[in-house]
């Protein structure tokens, strides 16, 4: 494979940066522009050598080079990876002078591909790499760091090995059916086949809350114009974020920020004051609410208690038929100027004004956003996994019904097969380079 080099650490003013460089001729590459007391070209694995930069007898810096030999390093090749200043130019001079000793610049994900290629990692843990990269609280990245080190692997492996057991006994007796010995009961491997099927549906309801971990928990604010949805966004915020007015339709697009609750991200989004209006820019900005809601997981509808109690309850039945999956609360603002009585427990009176009950807010939001992760089980779950799980399920769904009809052992065996293959994807042990690149394509470039 050719040498491939890369920034690997953020790029920007900072203390440092570190440029990795993977590939047969890594070492060489990098000892062309290193001026030290040693020849890194003889140094052991594992070692850190520090001096001068250079290229074309220039000193581009004083950098840190480290030796990691294959196969003991990230990608399974020859790695080196140097630390130089942070900054916008001296990582660039840097890669520059590789490139043009050779080397290539590396693709989004191409030194995570390489160790995946190499059998350093399998398929679920790389995924995983990117998982953590992109981390959006603690638990999501506790979480992904052990499927890195191998624990979502592990479970897939023991799922993987019963369904071999019973591929196994059912193709058996096959070779013994000119005898006529039934050397397995049928109603045993239909115990084995409901046990399976009922564990891969734990890790497929797993996906949901897997989603919101990595995507965060949306909170939809919408309403009326001038119901107070801006100024609910910005005391949630603890920060003026929207414009707040009188004048109705002040907000044309939406806002959004994130915020953690219990450790769980949540977006929050402001927008736009539904109502019949000829003005274009607003109209679109009405659109974009109906995107918004289709993400959404809680919708906060608020409704101005100033004019009367009733009067947002239109919206709240148009938005329960239009969207009927999502979990909404009626928060009745204003209070200050007209009081009211909830009149059930889903609508809360509350004055994003003066902060009151505002504290309530945010505990459904808190306690929403938590019950939303529930199922998470120690297991983060993409799309390209989910859907392969999906049809695994169809697969052992295929066999149960196969073994209540009574089917022959080899139709049933051939479901069987299909799951392991498709676990066999899962974890990358069937692979092709379209797949891959699929994957790999959403790293960033440098890892």
């Given at each position: ?225 001038n119901s107070g949805k801006s100024t609910l966004f910005n005391k949630l915020l603890n920060k003026d974020r929207a414009i707040v007015s009188p004048i109705p339709g002040t907000t044309r697009d939406y806002l959004e920020e994130y915020q953690y609750y219990d450790g769980v991200p949540v977006k929050l989004f402001d927008t736009a004051g ?174």
């Amino acid at each position: 494979m050719e040498t491939i080099v890369a920034l690997a650490t953020p790029p920007g003013v900072s203390g440092i940066a570190v440029v990795r460089i993977s590939g047969e001729e890594a070492i060489e590459q990098a000892s062309k522009h290193f001026s030290g007391r040693h020849d890194i070209k003889t140094a052991k694995s594992h070692t850190i050598h520090y001096g001068k930069f250079v290229d074309n007898d220039n000193t581009i810096d004083l950098v840190t080079i480290s030796i990691y030999r294959g196969p003991n390093s990230y990608t399974g090749e020859d790695v080196v990876e140097i630390g130089c200043h942070g900054g916008f130019v001296i990582y660039e001079e840097i890669i520059n002078s590789l490139i043009k000793s050779g080397c290539r610049l590396a693709k989004p994900g191409e030194f995570t591909q390489r160790a995946f290629i190499n059998g350093k990692l399998d398929l679920l843990q790389a995924e995983s790499v990117a998982d953590i990269i992109h981390s959006k609280s603690i638990i999501s990245e506790q979480v992904s760091t052990r499927q890195l080190m191998g624990n979502f692997t592990q479970r897939i492996q023991n799922f993987k090995e019963k369904l071999i057991t019973i591929a196994g006994l059912l193709e058996l007796e096959l070779d013994f059916s000119d005898e006529d010995i039934d050397l397995i009961n049928k109603e045993d491997i239909m115990l084995m086949v409901d046990e399976l099927i009922a564990f891969n549906n734990e890790i497929i309801d797993s996906f949901n809350s897997s989603q919101i971990l990595n995507n965060g928990f949306s909170v939809a604010i919408v309403g009326y114009p001038n119901s107070g949805k801006s100024t609910l966004f910005n005391k949630l915020l603890n920060k003026d974020r929207a414009i707040v007015s009188p004048i109705p339709g002040t907000t044309r697009d939406y806002l959004e920020e994130y915020q953690y609750y219990d450790g769980v991200p949540v977006k929050l989004f402001d927008t736009a004051g539904i109502r019949e209006t000829e003005d274009l820019i607003e109209i679109e900005g009405i659109k974009l609410v109906e995107s918004i809601l289709r993400q959404s997981h809680l919708v906060l509808v608020i409704n101005d208690a100033s004019n009367n109690q009733v009067f947002s309850d239109k919206l709240l039945e148009e938005l329960k038929q239009k969207y009927p999956n999502k979990n909404y609360y009626l928060l009745q603002n204003k209070i200050d100027i007209l009081p009211v009585n909830p009149r059930n427990p889903k609508e809360i009176a509350i004055s994003a004004k003066n902060e009151t009950n505002l504290k309530a807010v945010k505990e459904i939001i808190a306690k929403s956003a938590k019950e939303s992760i529930s199922r998470v089980n120690d297991i983060l779950v993409n799309k390209r996994q989910y859907n392969l799980l999906k049809l695994i399920n169809l697969d052992l769904t295929n066999a149960k019904q196969s073994i209540i009809n009574n089917y022959q052992n080899e139709l049933i065996a051939i479901d069987i097969r299909n799951a392991i293959k498709k676990l066999g994807e899962l974890t990358g042990d069937i692979y092709n380079e379209e797949i891959l690149n699929q994957i790999f394509s959403s790293f960033c470039i440098g890892k």
